[in-house]
């Protein structure tokens, strides 16, 4: 039986536009800022191609890779939906060293 919260058109429609998080990002905000906790919160954040769906890990792949290993781990996962052909991924990659401290993108493992 598959999971539901795991096919393609589940994540992708509930992911969220890099626009959207640029313009988050981009306003005045601090660490109480709700689309910030949310993301700081975060045990991963995973791009999704906006062209064919390709995926990559941006942060967490570490925890990812541990919880894969226990079937009862739940992980906050954060998807966002961007261009991949673009300087988005830079973006993405920027976003993530500021309110995560770090990224994977690019990074073998």
């Known amino acids: 039986m598959s999971d539901p919260f795991n096919e393609p058109d589940f994540m992708r429609a509930n992911a969220t536009p890099i626009e959207r998080l640029m313009k988050l990002v981009e306003q005045r905000w601090d660490d109480q800022t709700p689309g910030i906790v949310h993301f700081r919160d975060a045990d991963a954040v ?64």
Do not use: M, W
């Not at 570490?62 to 052909?85: C, G, Q, Y």
């Open 46 to 109: 995973v791009g999704i191609d906006l062209v064919d769906d390709r995926r990559a890990i941006f942060y967490g792949r570490e925890t990812i890779r541990e919880a894969a290993s226990d079937p009862d781990t739940r992980l906050k996962v954060i998807h966002v939906v961007l261009d991949f052909d673009t300087n988005q991924v830079e973006t993405l990659a920027a976003i993530c060293d500021v309110l995560k401290g770090s990224h994977c993108f690019g990074t073998e493992g």
